[in-house]
């Protein structure tokens, strides 16, 4: 068995370990080896919350570009510490909100798939190409990715949870199906920069499953000063606005998205990563039937070594409506502690 200090290395040099080592290493006391072997400091040690009897859970993972291109270590760590949990805190589905990688190369989307696919036939999973994983070095600039080369459908389409595709040739714009808490569940995965060809897809399926409550998870639909990107609004300074990029085709950006999407159905939880600096946000708002739509911004590339393994965990309460959010390192085995990282909202 390898020591710690030695694990630690070996997981940040991108040494692929399995699930039981890797759990070995996220277990216990990280912060002597972090410190000595990584260079960053270890955040104040915030325990994360045992979890509740009855609760289920959601495990978020926002722009794991750096972690693809420069600390695949962390990504793999990432997806075993959730399948050691998976039980404990009855995690139903993982969900990755784009940028898989920094440049759109072979090199980073194996070392996506590599973590992932540690996932496939155990914890269903969804995920969407953000601006990073289009055009040459990811710059946005045409809409070839080689997502589906790496996750191709025929393989997907044989996971637990999957629905279908709006291309039978392609993952950018996906659905998969689910129950927890006694809810049915649909998850409709968006592009980048979604065209208006993909917002009516996403329309169809959403009518094509009646009864369902909706989980929209796309790269960029909200800032960090909690307003949806809106291209129109001149009074706000927002960056990376999908309509800056030289994506080709139609563009919808999150005030279009919701006006022409969310709000016409009920879809309580809207997640989407992209944004720097501040890489958080939160926003209620009501749809047409008035009911509460939760809209949630999670980033963490811009901490050291790419993100330091951070994660978002919603916990769904057993009393149907409270959702405990929790933002969790894979690393330190702790959580960050600011209200923007710990805090809950209910569900109508």
């Known amino acids: 068995m390898l020591r710690r200090r030695e694990l630690l290395l070996a997981l940040l040099a991108g040494v692929p370990l399995s699930g039981a080592l890797a759990g070995s290493l996220l277990r216990g006391q990280t912060a002597a080896a972090a410190e000595k072997a990584a260079a960053p400091a270890e955040p104040p040690n915030i325990p994360l919350d045992p979890p509740t009897p009855g609760a289920w859970t959601l495990a978020v993972l926002p722009d794991t570009q750096y972690y693809s291109e420069s600390f695949p270590g962390l990504f793999h760590a990432q997806c075993a510490w959730m399948l050691e949990q ?3 805190r009855n995690i139903v589905f993982a969900l990755q909100l784009g940028d898989v990688t920094n440049r759109n190369t072979p090199e980073q989307w194996v070392h996506a798939k590599a973590a992932l696919s540690q996932l496939d036939g155990r914890l269903p999973y969804a995920l969407v190409p953000g601006n990073h994983d289009y055009g040459p070095g990811g710059n946005a600039s045409t809409r070839d990715t080689l997502l589906s080369d790496y996750f191709p459908v025929g393989h997907m389409s044989t996971l637990p949870g999957f629905g279908g595709v709006m291309d039978p040739q392609r993952m950018d714009n996906s659905y998969y199906l689910f129950g927890a808490g006694g809810v049915d569940w ?3 995965g968006l592009e980048w920069a979604p065209r208006d060809e ?8 959403l009518k094509q499953h009646p009864g369902r409550r909706g989980i929209l998870i796309t790269h960029a639909y909200m800032f960090h000063d909690e307003q949806r990107y809106d291209h ?3 009074t706000r300074k927002e960056e990376w606005n999908p309509h800056s990029y030289k994506t080709p085709g139609s ?3 999150g005030e279009e998205l919701w006006q022409k999407l969310v709000r016409r159905h009920d879809i309580p939880l809207v997640l989407n990563g992209h944004v720097l600096g501040d890489g958080t946000g939160y926003l209620k708002s009501l749809n047409d039937a008035g009911r509460s739509v939760h809209q949630m911004l999670s980033n963490y590339q811009f901490r050291k070594l790419g993100g330091e393994g951070y994660m978002r965990l919603l916990e769904f309460q057993p009393d149907g409506r409270t959702v405990k959010v929790q933002s969790y390192s894979a690393l330190y085995d702790s959580c960050l502690s600011a209200p923007d990282q710990r805090f809950s909202f ?3």
């Open 86 to 88: 998976q039980r404990a």
């Open 186 to 188: 649909i998850v409709i």
């Open 198 to 205: 993909s917002v009516a897809w996403a329309d169809q399926v």
């Open 232 to 234: 129109l609004d001149t």
């Open 251 to 253: 563009i919808n950006d």
């Open 346 to 348: 209910e569900l109508d």
